[in-house]
T-cell receptor
Framework: NAGVMQNPRHLVRRRGQEARLRCSPMKGHSHVYWYRQLPEEGLKFMVYLQKENIIDESGMPKERFSAEFPKEGPSILRIQQVVRGDSAAYFC????????????FGPGTRLTVL | GENVEQHPSTLSVQEGDSAVIKCTYSDSASNYFPWYKQELGKGPQLIIDIRSNVGEKKDQRIAVTLNKTAKHFSLHITETQPEDSAVYFCAATPANTGNQFYFGTGTSLTVIP
C-alpha cells in the first residue's frame, strides 16, 4: 500500500509566478490536510478537505492561496503570485476517517521563491 | 484555539541513555495526541499516539504518557540509538476542530555514539 505521494518534491518559482503542489492520499483515504513548515519551525495547519469539499480552511491565507480535492485526481494546493515569504516546506497528510484519527504525512514539497 | 508547547527544543544524550520530551496543551477538549519523527529532508512519520482515555502506551523502546488533569504528555525513548537522532514533534487535536492538528515547535534529538 503506497503512502501519501506528493509532487513535485522541489519547486523553484520566481516572484509573481504560480505554484501548484499535488498530493495523492493513501489508498482508501478520503480526508486530506495541508500543512506548512517554515525553516526550523513546527507544522502549521492550512486546510482540511474531503472529496469535492473544503471542510476547514481557517489556516489558509485569505489571498493568493487556494486548495481543492476533486472527485478524481490528487488534491492541489495552489499559490498565486508567489512571494519570498511563501518559501517553505508544504506537507500533505491523509486520514481514512474524520474525527480523532491519525494522519499520515507525505514527503513534502519544498518551495523556493527566488 | 489550542496551543501546544514543547520542551526542550534541543536534546543531546549518550547512546544507551533515555530521552524525554514534554508537551503541554491548553484545550481540555483535545483527545488525541500523536508523536512524529522527522528526519532531515523527509516528512513526519508517526511513531506513537495516545488517546485521552488512556494514561500510558508503550511500543518497544518508545512510550508516551498523558496527564489529562495537568494537560501534559511526554515521549520517552529508552536505550537510545544513533538512528533515533531526528526532530520530534508532538501534536494535539481538539475533538471539535475537524481533526486539525496543532503541533509543538519540535525537539531536535541528537544521540551521541
Amino acid at each position: 500500500n503506497a503512502g501519501v505521494m506528493q509532487n513535485p518534491r522541489h519547486l523553484v518559482r520566481r516572484r509573481g509566478q504560480e505554484a501548484r503542489l499535488r498530493c495523492s492520499p493513501m489508498k482508501g483515504h478520503s480526508h486530506v490536510y495541508w500543512y506548512r513548515q517554515l525553516p526550523e519551525e513546527g507544522l502549521k495547519f492550512m486546510v482540511y478537505l474531503q472529496k469535492e469539499n473544503i471542510i476547514d480552511e481557517s489556516g489558509m491565507p485569505k489571498e493568493r492561496f487556494s486548495a481543492e480535492f476533486p472527485k478524481e485526481g490528487p488534491s492541489i494546493l495552489r499559490i498565486q503570485q508567489v512571494v519570498r515569504g511563501d518559501s517553505a516546506a508544504y506537507f500533505c497528510a491523509s486520514s481514512p476517517l474524520a474525527g480523532s484519527d491519525t494522519q499520515y504525512f507525505g514527503p513534502g514539497t519544498r518551495l523556493t521563491v527566488l | 484555539g489550542e496551543n501546544v508547547e514543547q520542551h526542550p527544543s534541543t536534546l543531546s544524550v549518550q547512546e544507551g541513555d533515555s530521552a524525554v520530551i514534554k508537551c503541554t496543551y491548553s484545550d481540555s477538549a483535545s483527545n488525541y495526541f500523536p508523536w512524529y519523527k522527522q528526519e532531515l529532508g523527509k516528512g513526519p512519520q508517526l511513531i506513537i499516539d495516545i488517546r485521552s482515555n488512556v494514561g500510558e502506551k508503550k511500543d518497544q523502546r518508545i512510550a508516551v504518557t498523558l496527564n489529562k488533569t495537568a494537560k501534559h504528555f511526554s515521549l520517552h525513548i529508552t536505550e537510545t540509538q544513533p538512528e533515533d537522532s531526528a526532530v520530534y514533534f508532538c501534536a494535539a487535536t481538539p475533538a471539535n476542530t475537524g481533526n486539525q492538528f496543532y503541533f509543538g515547535t519540535g525537539t531536535s534529538l541528537t544521540v551521541i555514539p
